[in-house]
């Protein structure tokens, strides 16, 4: 796990979200949301929200792929990608 990466995890566990299971899986953030979480919501505000916490982070900048999930369905979200993730069709 890279430096970037924990400090998303610290900054994510310690927001509260009650009954919020985020961990780290491999070089991506896995986050599991109780079951009526309203995942287009989550989707549509989510750039937004994740552009505003990056703000108090001041570590480089790295690739990191979150991985929403509440039971039913799922998405990813890629924050600072790179170029394979750009080129993907």
């Keep these: 796990m890279n430096a970037y990466q924990q400090k998303w995890l610290d900054v994510l566990q310690g927001a509260g979200l009650k009954d919020w299971k985020i961990e780290a899986h491999g070089d ?6 109780p079951h009526v979480t309203d995942l287009k919501l989550i989707r ?3 750039p937004a929200t994740l552009g505003a916490i990056s703000l108090d982070i ?3 900048h790295e690739r990191l792929k979150f991985i929403f999930h509440n039971g039913y369905e799922n998405f990813e979200y890629v924050l600072n990608p790179n170029a394979a993730d750009l080129n993907k069709e």
């Design 28 to 33: 991506d953030i896995h986050i599991d949301m």
């Design 44 to 46: 549509d505000n989510l």
């Design 58 to 60: 001041s570590l480089p």
